[in-house]
């Protein structure tokens, strides 16, 4: 299966992530709307 990453935020800063839960992390919803993110988008974080 093929993933495409569709935005991308340069030199951002990870507001949340919680460690229990794996694939969990919290943006803020102005960096995700400029980006074009939608709620629950599977991202890549480097």
């Known amino acids: ?9 340069f030199k951002a800063t990870a507001t949340h992530a919680d ?13 995700c709307d400029k980006a074009g993110f939608w709620t629950g988008e599977k991202v890549l974080v480097v």
């Open 19 to 31: 460690l229990q839960c794996q694939g969990s992390i919290t943006i803020y919803m102005d960096l």
């Open 1 to 9: 299966m093929k993933f495409v990453l569709s935005s991308k935020i």
